[in-house]
Nanobody, 124 residues
Framework: QVQPVESGGDSVQAGGSLRLSCSVSGYSNYDRCVAWFRQAPGKEREGVAAIRSDGTTTYADSVKGRFTISKDNAKNTLYLQMNSLKPEDTAMYYC??????????????????WGQGTQVTVSS
């Protein structure tokens, strides 16, 4: 059973930085993608960044140049480095896994395994 577990959410001032972590257990050797999504109150859950097992990445336009996704295969851990944070980045951030991933993507429907989320709050 694939089980993502997020950590690292916090409250920060605008312009600050945070690093989120996601420990993903239960992986096997599939071509897989892991991704970060976020959901603000009253809004749809949206994709933020994803990385495939071959290292290819994709980002939402709203975070390009500010956020960086990475992974440590030895630790089965996914990271999201978030810099130059803005109040509009405030949301619950979720880690998700797609274990049958031919191409890196941010299609919510393609991700089958989800964590419980970690809250990020950015104040102005």
């Amino acid at each position: 059973q694939v089980q993502p577990v997020e950590s690292g959410g916090d409250s920060v001032q605008a312009g600050g930085s945070l690093r989120l972590s996601c420990s993903v257990s239960g992986y096997s050797n599939y071509d897989r993608c892991v991704a970060w999504f976020r959901q603000a109150p009253g809004k749809e859950r949206e994709g933020v960044a994803a990385i495939r097992s071959d290292g290819t990445t994709t980002y939402a336009d709203s975070v390009k140049g500010r956020f960086t996704i990475s992974k440590d295969n030895a630790k089965n851990t996914l990271y999201l480095q978030m810099n130059s944070l803005k109040p509009e980045d405030t949301a619950m951030y979720y880690c998700a896994a797609d274990i049958y991933c031919s191409t890196v993507h941010l299609r919510r429907s393609g991700y089958n395994y989800w964590g419980q989320g970690t809250q990020v709050t950015v104040s102005s």
